[in-house]
């Protein structure tokens, strides 16, 4: 067999596959004691017929597929092995026939590839640096949520529905006077002030007593889910059954040490702040990364394959199903719900797929730029921190550790080099929020 690699259109490399007459032969040779075994011919016990007797009854092109994948399953994997200094496959080849005949097959393979990254600029640009302070606000939020979880229900007879209450309703929905799928319910618990209902339903509820009966009339989003209520009026003949309060318990020392184990309300409310300080350091690292990224991507030049693309559409189409799972939904109900088909689904991917996969390549380049490593000395100062995290010995940690982790420990220490390159050499501006 001879091979011939050349550089196509789209990050895709062409690759053409010659076979002489004797491979040819040999392949469909091959393809017959393969699968000879499903041919059933008068005269000869089901497996036992000659060759020749198969394809005088079934046509001469009987073995061709068969031997075709044999030829290109059985030499591909080689090709890509000795080119893989020149490219690097990120996707299913496709396959056609350019010739066959007695005298040989020549196939030719068309196969997305890592594309070329040209960056033009990567230093010396005006890029964002974000910064999160937490406020005493956010503290009293959630400290406010612990005593909202540690509340009692109480039943209330003697006043009418509020914000804040649980209120159990029986509902009926209808637009144009007909009812909808999902619009109907009886003995539902909402609380008032949730939004957990469409805009409009919550405070229309708010002012009820208990047994009064009440048409409530909103308006569905035009972003709604279900397409066949985007933007309709509707109607909801709602009974209110029951109210029920909420009797929070008193702010004082016993209660935080009973509810958190914190001595006392002002070392909650330190233990508070710090936690959420480092929630907000997080997700200004994130911001201040995704600006950079951004800001190189406009002058990045890159032409990425379709298959790339793809499959970062699978990694997020599947972390959302992960997210369904844990919530003890399924994707297909959620997409039966919707009234949508995966297709449809899958191209609201799109836009963020091709942004993760260029900011990807970016990264990817740029540590081989910047020519970016992780040493072994490093490596296991991250392994000690981890295993001091857990309280265990160094050593034993290592030997319950998976190779895939120190890669993942490596690669972080790559990128987090990488970030403090790229923001000690560009002009960060620093935004408060």
Do not use: C
């Not at 997080?282 to 030049?301: C, G, H, M, V, W």
């Not at 890159?302 to 189409?317: G, K």
């Amino acid at each position: 067999m001879k091979h011939t690699t050349k550089a196509a259109e789209k990050s895709t490399v062409k690759i053409t596959l010659k076979f002489d007459a004797n491979e040819w032969k040999e392949a469909l040779n091959k393809a017959y004691m393969k699968t000879r075994g499903k041919f059933a011919i008068n005269g000869f016990r089901k497996g036992k017929a000659p060759k020749n007797v198969i394809e005088n009854v079934y046509g001469k092109g009987v073995f061709f597929e068969d031997a075709l994948n044999l030829l290109f399953s059985e030499n591909y994997p080689t090709i890509i092995e000795k080119n893989e200094k020149k490219f690097t496959v990120v996707g299913d080849p496709d396959v056609s026939v350019e010739a066959l005949s007695d005298e040989g097959v020549t196939l030719v393979a068309s196969v997305p590839v890592k594309p070329e990254v040209k960056i033009s600029a990567y230093k010396g640009i005006k890029i964002k640096e974000y910064a999160y302070t937490v406020k005493d606000e956010e503290v009293e939020a959630d400290l406010n949520r612990l005593l909202d979880r540690n509340a009692r229900k109480v039943a209330v007879t003697d006043r009418a529905a509020q914000n804040g209450d649980i209120v159990n309703i029986d509902f009926v929905g209808t637009v144009d006077g007909v009812k909808f799928d999902g619009g109907e319910a009886e003995g539902f618990d909402l609380t008032l002030g949730s939004g957990q209902f469409i805009p409009g339903f919550e405070d229309q509820v708010v002012g009820m007593n208990i047994g009064d009966k009440k048409d409530v009339n909103v308006t569905f989003p035009e972003n709604y889910q279900a397409e066949a209520l985007k933007g309709k009026p509707a109607v909801f003949a709602v009974t209110l059954n029951s109210i029920q309060g909420k009797e929070l318990p008193e702010l004082n020392d016993e209660f935080i040490k009973d509810a958190t184990g914190s001595e006392s309300v002002d070392a909650y409310k330190a233990k508070t702040k710090e936690r959420l300080q480092k929630q907000a350091d997080k997700r200004a690292n994130d911001a201040t990364e995704n600006s950079i990224l951004e800001a190189i991507a406009q002058n990045t030049e890159v032409e990425i394959p379709q298959a790339m693309i793809d499959r970062e559409i699978d990694s997020l189409v599947q972390k959302f199903e992960y997210q369904l799972m844990y919530q003890g939904l399924k994707l297909q109900d959620y997409l039966d719900f919707l009234k949508t088909t995966m297709a449809d689904f899958r191209k609201n991917y799109e836009e963020a797929a091709l942004k993760n996969v260029k900011h990807q390549l970016i990264i990817s380049q740029l540590i081989k730029e910047e020519d970016i490593q992780a040493t072994e000395e490093e490596v296991n100062e991250k392994v000690a921190e981890q295993a001091k995290s857990v309280e265990k010995d160094v050593e034993e940690y290592k030997k319950n550790m998976d190779p895939r982790q120190f890669d993942y420990i490596r690669s972080d220490i790559i990128i987090t080099k990488l970030f403090a390159t790229l923001k000690a050499n560009n002009e960060m501006e620093v935004v408060n929020e």
